[in-house]
T-cell receptor, first 114, second 115 residues
């Protein structure tokens, strides 16, 4: 069964450094998403991406964040200058369509900012 | 705006007992509702979803949920708990009209199954 994959599973970085989290969505899916879950808190939407552009973003997704689909398979989340409060589990997801179409989640990348 | 509230951050049941995890929603337009499960060190897996067809929805692993508009609820049930059901369960909502693909999650309910 096709699945969303994410690398790395765990990333440790120093405050102020740039990080890139990588995702490979399911191959025939057209919508791509990033969510994050700070330890002990709810899963929060960051951004959705369709047709090579951002279709929706949350207040969390400020100028420090960017997303890209550099080729036909990868979907990346970049944090330009990490802060301590960026420490969280980051989940990538993908879906065929929007609305009622199921969003399939990857296993997550745990980002630790020191 | 859409939101969901999950009552009970921790629920403990005996193996073989009924599982009931509560979810209430708030939405300005008819919602689509989802239940996801997260096993330790894994991603979120869809259990079932309500998309305005049948109000009683059956999912994987013997789980089901009933959409009740009058109560704005979408509670998750399973008649007989199994040890393998121990996990964290998340209710989520998405708007059904006006586009949009942002899932809004509840705070989650940790299910513990005891012998």
């Amino acid at each position: 069964e096709p699945e969303v994959t994410q690398t790395p599973s765990h990333q440790v970085t120093q405050m102020g450094q740039e990080v890139i989290l990588r995702c490979v969505p399911i191959s025939n899916h057209l919508y791509f998403y990033w969510y994050r879950q700070i330890l002990g808190q709810k899963v929060e939407f960051l951004v959705s991406f369709y047709n090579n552009e951002i279709s929706e973003k949350s207040e969390i997704f400020d100028d420090q964040f960017s997303v890209e689909r550099p080729d036909g398979s990868n979907f990346t989340l970049k944090i330009r200058s990490t802060k301590l409060e960026d420490s969280a589990m980051y989940f990538c997801a993908s879906s065929v369509g929007q609305g009622k179409d199921t969003q399939y989640f990857g296993p997550g990348t745990r980002l630790t900012v020191l | 705006a859409q939101s969901v509230t999950q009552l009970g951050s921790h629920v403990s049941v005996s193996e073989g007992a009924l599982v009931l995890l509560r979810c209430n929603y708030s939405s300005s337009v008819p919602p689509y509702l989802f239940w996801y499960v997260q096993y330790p060190n894994q991603g979120l897996q869809l259990l079932l979803k309500y998309t305005s067809a049948a109000t009683l929805v059956k999912g994987i692993n013997g789980f089901e949920a009933e959409f009740k508009k009058s109560e704005t609820s979408f509670h998750l049930t399973k008649p007989s708990a199994h040890m393998s059901d121990a996990a964290e369960y998340f209710c989520a909502v998405i708007r059904s009209t006006g586009g949009g693909n942002k899932l809004t999650f509840g705070t989650g309910t940790q299910l513990k199954v005891e012998l």
